[in-house]
């Protein structure tokens, strides 16, 4: 159905598909204790950012220099961890409205292609999505993850060289779809000249995500005509 693929879906995960309210952490909590002997009492912000910004972050406020040996370790403790939730992940949160439906209808429209660009880790991104059965029509290959860069906008860059790459195409900015919750999701989408969806089921809301830029707002992905009529006009 994608052999001759003209617009790029790339998805943010955490509170625009799902919802897993304090799993991360829980996660940095255990990885940080493991990989850095660090006793994590305050919790980072987590929307919208990378997985190399937070663990930068967390490793510098707590007096220890992060190197790239260590932020590797804070994250195969992280993945650790997640390997270990995977079978329960389900049981801690949700899909949200119209996630699954969203995924579904555009899969099944010509020249459509959908993947990833989330702070998550590779590893984690699979087990969240495939926890709640939202897995199978994204591409996992050619998406932007938060150990590529600390700059959300680079994710963008990376998810669309990768998709070129293997589809043998390009991707005008136009034709490139960034859907997430946050500003930060707005901005990678406009520095990159693509369509910059928000969706209100996270920390922000409409007016906030309109502020930022976003070309099109939804209070949740359920009403799946107007998710297909707005990412492919």
């Known amino acids: 159905m994608n052999d001759d693929p003209n617009r790029l879906v790339l998805w943010d995960i955490d509170l625009t598909l799902i919802e897993l309210p304090g799993i991360g952490g829980s996660w940095y909590t255990e990885a940080l204790a493991t990989a850095a002997g660090i006793d994590l009492t305050e919790m980072p912000k987590f929307a919208g950012r990378t997985e190399l910004a937070i663990t930068s972050e967390l490793l510098t406020a707590h007096g220890v220099e992060p190197t790239g040996a260590l932020v590797r370790h804070v994250w195969r403790e992280l993945i650790s961890a997640s390997t270990r939730s995977r079978p329960t992940l389900s049981e801690h949160g949700r899909a949200l409205p119209g996630a ?134």
Do not use: C
């Not at 991104?125 to 059965?133: D, I, M, N, T, V």
């Not at 500003?183 to 990159?192: F, G, N, T």
């Not at 409409?206 to 799946?224: C, F, N, Y």
């Open 100 to 233: 699954a439906d969203a995924l579904t209808a555009l899969a099944a429209r010509d020249g459509v292609v959908q993947s990833l660009v989330t702070g998550n880790l590779p590893e984690i991104a699979e087990h969240k999505l495939s926890a709640f059965g939202l897995h199978a029509h994204l591409d996992f290959e050619i998406g932007g993850y938060g150990s590529f860069s600390a700059h959300r906008p680079d994710l963008v860059e990376r998810a669309v060289a990768l998709a070129e790459a293997k589809h043998d195409t390009r991707f005008a900015p136009e034709a490139v779809v960034v859907v997430g919750d946050t500003p930060h999701d707005v901005e990678s989408a406009l520095r990159h000249g693509a369509m910059a969806v928000g969706v209100a089921t996270g920390w922000f809301g409409g007016d906030e995500l309109r502020e930022s830029g976003a070309h099109l707002v939804l209070d949740d992905l359920s009403d799946t005509t107007a998710v297909l009529s707005g990412f492919l006009s």
